[in-house]
Structure formats: C-alpha cells, structure tokens
C-alpha cells in the first residue's frame, strides 16, 4: 500500500505538522510505503482551475496530483482555524478530484486547545465525501498539539498513543478493504 500524508498548513509557527511526521514515522514501521506532502514547500496559487481542466496548471499543482493519483490512501492533517479546516488545505484540495476517487482517506486534525479540532474534523470529512473519496469513520484528533508529541515526534501521552494506534490500525483496515473493493470492481 501507498500512503500520501498531505499537511494542510504554511502558517509561521506552525505546530500540526508534528502528527503528520508522527504518522509516517508509524506507517513506514508498518512496511507501509509513505510519502509526505507539506503544502509549505509548494507554492500554489489561488486554484482558478481544476487540475484534470487547466490548459497550463501550476507545477506544483502537477507534482501533488501525481503524487496523490500513485496513493492507495490519503491522510490529511490539518489545524483548526475559525472552527473550520486550514484555507491553504482547502485551495489544494479544490486541485484535484480524480486524483482522490474511490480513495480512503484518514482525517487528522490538532489545534492549541482542548478540543483538537474536532470542528474541522467534521468539516473536512463532508470534503472528503463530496470529492468521491472515503473517510475513514475514525479521526485523530490532538488536542494542544504544542505538547502533543516530543523531539521524537512520539506522543506525549499514552491516551495520544492509545488513540493514534488505533487510528492506524484502523486506517490501515479501512484502505485494505476499499482497495480490495477497487480491484474486484474494474
């Protein structure tokens, strides 16, 4: 399986980004192919275009498409900002739509507070429906994530490490078996 784990924030300062090193650091003990995606070295434009529409997309645009077209599965991870998911995640994902078909996808989202996000979990997963992809019914939520993870970038906590391998766990089912779907149906 291929695992591409697209980390939906540039903001200076940034903190979420730690669950998703976290994550492929777990996938790649898993003998799980993982590759991470960090929209802060991309430089995309305001999507005017779809990629599979546009004449002459943005190179960047090109690369993540290609990259989350070879996924088996997809992970997002993103902040919570205004009660909702980040605008630089929103703008990439507005890119693409073939690209996440009959996909799974795992929703990962942290915030500074207590309650990790759980408002952009939500939202982010309606996305993930509307795109013809699948979220997975688990979510990773991490509260406070400036304390979430050590220089290791290993959970702080054991209820984390409880609820993240179980997130894997279950992420890792969830693909398997819509991959397993995909192959019966074409």
């Known amino acids: ?15 979420s980004q730690k669950a998703a ?22 430089s995309l434009p305001i999507m005017e275009e779809r990629l599979t529409r546009n004449a002459n997309p943005p190179e ?14 997809i992970g997002l991870i993103t902040p919570e900002y205004h009660g909702s998911f980040s605008g630089a995640l929103k703008n990439a994902l507005d890119y693409f739509g073939p690209e996440f078909a009959r996909k799974s996808v795992g929703v990962v989202t942290a915030s500074g ?26 979510k990773l939520i991490v509260p406070e994530i400036q304390n979430a993870f050590d220089e290791e970038m290993n959970p702080t906590t054991e209820l984390l490490r409880k609820q993240s391998d179980k997130f894997i766990e279950e992420f890792i089912w969830f693909s398997n078996a819509i991959n397993s779907a995909k192959n019966v149906i074409t």
């Open 1 to 15: 399986m291929k695992v591409v784990i697209l980390v939906g924030t540039v903001r200076a300062g940034r903190q």
């Open 21 to 42: 090193l976290y994550l492929q650091k777990e996938f790649i003990k898993r003998n799980i192919e993982t590759k991470l995606i960090d929209l802060l070295e991309y």
């Open 60 to 73: 960047a645009a090109k690369k993540i498409g290609d990259q989350l077209k070879n996924a088996d599965a």
């Open 113 to 138: 507070g207590k309650l990790g996000g759980i408002n952009a979990s939500v939202q982010l997963q309606h996305v993930v429906l509307s795109m013809g992809a699948y979220p997975l019914p688990q």
